[in-house]
């Protein structure tokens, strides 16, 4: 009996997925798993002090819309620097979910930790998958939260149906926002989750943030994966040209020195 709800949930969850874009599986991980994360995020605060640089491409910046000051929000990648996060990267509860989705099994293709405290800003509306030679078209994210998201500290909201018309824009091998005009806003839906749920949404599924106005963090492990049959096992290759793109990007405003540590 209990073998046939799970597999009614899972019929149910890919449904869901194929039509809208996206779906919440909520409970997915324990709370203490979920805390023990949350800690080691923030040791690494500390203990990767050395590494947080504007000129490494393993960290990401942010101008704080309160005070205008350019602050650290993300490390990408994370999972060599957090045995927790790459736990919960590789955890066979996460990659059973996403092989129904599949159909097969999944392959872990990116991941990055963006802590968005206080102030940070969101991200304009966009979809993930880019135009890169071979980038995988079975392209998903996969957010883990380590803390609760919602309107206050800016949870992502997507936008469900629109996957199915692929790219929405030109496909030059950038990255694009999309224009307002191109959604309905009215048929956003705001990714409110809780420690424990996991929120999967595909890479032609457009999205966007808010800022972080709130007086909370809004930490989340962000996780990206490819099925199997496209591509396979590729994520040192993502990185590799991932940095060839960043190092050819920073060099158009005049920054060259950088390095990836």
Same mark, same amino acid.
């Given at each position: 009996?209990?073998?046939?709800?799970?597999?009614?949930l899972?019929?149910?969850?890919?449904e869901?997925y194929?039509?809208?874009g996206f779906v919440?599986?909520?409970g997915?991980?324990d709370?203490?798993?979920i805390?023990r994360?949350?800690?080691?995020?923030?040791?690494?605060?500390e203990?990767?002090k050395p590494?947080i640089?504007v000129?490494?491409?393993r960290c990401?910046?942010q101008?704080?819309v309160?005070t205008g000051a350019?602050?650290?929000e993300?490390?990408d990648?994370?999972?060599?620097l957090s045995?927790?996060?790459r736990s919960?990267?590789?955890?066979?509860?996460?990659?059973?979910?996403?092989?129904?989705?599949?159909g097969?099994?999944a392959?872990?293709?990116?991941?990055?930790l963006?802590?968005?405290?206080p102030?940070?800003?969101?991200?304009n509306? $966009?979809?993930?998958?880019?135009?890169?030679r071979?980038?995988? @078209?079975?392209f +998903?994210? #996969? %957010?883990v939260?380590? !803390?609760?998201?919602?309107?206050?500290?800016g949870?992502?909201?997507v936008?469900?149906?629109?996957?199915?018309?692929?790219?929405l824009?030109q496909e030059d091998?950038?990255? $694009?926002?999309?224009?307002?005009?191109?959604v309905?806003?009215? @048929?956003?839906? +705001?990714? #409110? %989750?809780?420690p424990? !749920?996991?929120?999967?949404f595909?890479?032609?599924t457009?999205?966007?943030?808010?800022?972080?106005?709130?007086?909370r963090?809004?930490r989340?492990?962000?996780?990206?994966?490819?099925s199997?049959?496209?591509?396979?096992?590729?994520?040192?290759?993502h990185y590799?040209?991932?940095?060839v793109?960043?190092?050819?990007?920073y060099?158009?405003y005049?920054?060259?020195d950088?390095?990836?540590?």
């Open positions: 009996m209990l073998e046939s709800i799970i597999a009614t899972r019929c149910a969850a890919r869901s194929e039509r809208d919440v599986l909520r997915l991980f709370a203490d798993e805390a994360a949350a800690d080691e995020s923030q040791e690494l605060l203990r990767c590494l640089s000129h490494n491409l990401r910046w101008t704080n309160a350019c602050e650290f993300t490390f990648p994370i999972i060599d045995p927790a996060c919960l990267a590789l955890d066979p509860r996460l990659l059973d979910a996403l092989a129904e989705l599949y097969e099994p392959c872990l293709f990116k991941d990055k963006i802590y968005k405290p102030g940070i800003p969101g991200y509306l $966009h979809q993930d998958w880019i135009a890169w071979g980038f995988p @078209r079975s +998903l994210t #996969v %957010l939260p380590f !803390d609760a998201a919602d309107a206050g500290n949870a992502t909201e936008f469900p149906g629109y996957h199915k018309g692929g790219s824009s091998g950038d990255y $694009h926002e999309l224009p307002l005009d191109l309905d806003a009215s @048929r956003g839906v +705001l990714m #409110v %989750l809780e424990g !749920d996991v929120g999967i595909g890479g032609f457009p999205h966007r943030s808010a800022p972080n106005r709130s007086t963090w809004r989340q492990l962000y996780l990206s994966y490819n199997l049959s496209d591509g396979g096992e590729q994520r040192e290759k590799a040209e991932f940095h793109w960043l190092r050819r990007k060099a158009q005049g920054k060259t950088v390095y990836f540590e």
